[in-house]
Each structure stands twice: as C-alpha cells, then as structure tokens.
C-alpha cells in the first residue's frame, strides 16, 4: 500500500471510531425528570426519575423498599418501590436520583441505580433557597462551627 493510502484509511477508520464512541455515549443517556413530568410516563420504558423523599412514606418489606418521591418545587409526588443496594444517606427528605419503570399506576426501581444527592455543606444561606447553612459530621448529625 502506498503512504497516501494508509493515511487515508487510518483517517476514515479514526473518524468512524470517534462517530461510534459519540453514538452510544449519547443514546444511553436519559434525562432525569421530576414526578410531575411522570404522570404521562410510558408502561415498559425506563426513565431517570428525579425528586425528594416525601417525609412519612418510607416503609420496608423484606428486600423491598417503598417510598414516594415529589417534585423539589412542588406537590407532585409518584410511588416507587425498590429493591437493591441503597446508600447510607438515603431518608426521607433527601434528593434522590432512580431509574425506574411504569408498572400500574406506580414506578419500579431498577436494582442498584439509587443515588442519594446530599444537601450542600457550603450553602451560605443567601442563594434564595431558603435553607440555612448546616455542617454535618459523619454520622450526618449537625455540628456547630464553621
């Protein structure tokens, strides 16, 4: 083969590779949606649902966990049961990240896809929230200082 040619080809074959690796980095991706956005939610389809634990609505049964996840601004709120692995800070109260399934007029966890989003510890209060700054240690109990 001639230089000219081998070039060409580890170009087009670069190029290829590149477009493959952009296609499935993206097609797997799913946008995480809020309780409220889940009312039209599809039986069968998997979706990246997004909210906070509504307080009271935690029980266990066996290996299963039930809960109800509500908008962060908001009232709407969806039941999901879960079963897997679940991180130390999961409560009611914290946001958290699923990804689930329609099934009936509720929504399936997938095993092992529960993410906990911990509240901020350098919140200084003046970002419009509404939550005061709060330091936790590692049992996540609150602690004075700064």
């Known amino acids: ?34 309780p409220s956005q889940m009312l039209s939610a599809e039986a069968g389809r998997s979706y990246r649902l997004t909210g906070v634990v509504v307080k009271g609505s935690l029980s266990r049964e066996n290996e299963t966990i039930r809960f109800r996840v509500k908008d962060r601004k908001g009232n709407a709120s969806v039941p999901v049961s879960y079963t897997g692995q679940v991180p130390d800070p999961f409560r009611e109260g914290r946001e ?9 007029e509720s929504f399936t966890g997938k095993p092992d ?10 919140d200084d209060g003046k970002s419009g929230s509404g939550q005061k700054m709060e330091w936790r240690d590692s049992q996540d109990r609150v602690v004075d200082g700064e």
């Open 113 to 122: 896809t529960l993410i906990t989003k911990c509240p901020s510890k350098f």
């Open 1 to 34: 083969m001639t230089r000219t040619l081998r070039l060409t080809f580890a170009i087009v074959a670069a190029v290829a590779l590149a477009g493959a690796l952009l296609y499935t980095s993206f097609a797997g991706s799913a946008e995480a949606r809020e």
């Open 96 to 104: 958290v990240i699923v990804t689930v399934e329609k099934t009936g």
